[in-house]
Nanobody, 121 residues
Framework: QVQLVESGGGLVQAGGSLRLSCAAS????????MGWYRQAPGKQRELVAGITSGGSTNYADSVKGRFTISGDNAKKMVYLQMNSLKPEDRAVYYCNIELSRTWYSGTNDYWGQGTQVTVSS
């Protein structure tokens, strides 16, 4: 069984910073990609940032230049450094990891339980 646990969310003033962390545990053979999604009230879940096992990254236009994703496959960790936070960044942030549990199995997506980020104006 694979579990993802996020931490680092909270309340911050506009312009402030937060760093989210996500730790994966369980039987994991390899990690293909890791990412952060968010879901604001009344909106669909959206991709915030992603990183491949090779280190390639991509970001939503709304966070480019402010957020930075990083990952450590060996430690099974993914991070999201969020700077210059805005009230519109308020959402529940979810960690997502695409991984294989054995050498012969395909990849599957796993999700964390989510961590709330609130930005006051």
């Amino acid at each position: 069984q694979v579990q993802l646990v996020e931490s680092g969310g909270g309340l911050v003033q506009a312009g402030g910073s937060l760093r989210l962390s996500c730790a994966a545990s369980g039987s994991i053979f390899s990690i293909n990609a890791m990412g952060w999604y968010r879901q604001a009230p009344g909106k669909q879940r959206e991709l915030v940032a992603g990183i491949t096992s090779g280190g390639s990254t991509n970001y939503a236009d709304s966070v480019k230049g402010r957020f930075t994703i990083s990952g450590d496959n060996a430690k099974k960790m993914v991070y999201l450094q969020m700077n210059s936070l805005k009230p519109e960044d308020r959402a529940v942030y979810y960690c997502n990891i695409e991984l294989s549990r054995t050498w012969y199995s395909g990849t599957n997506d796993y999700w964390g339980q989510g961590t709330q980020v609130t930005v006051s104006s």
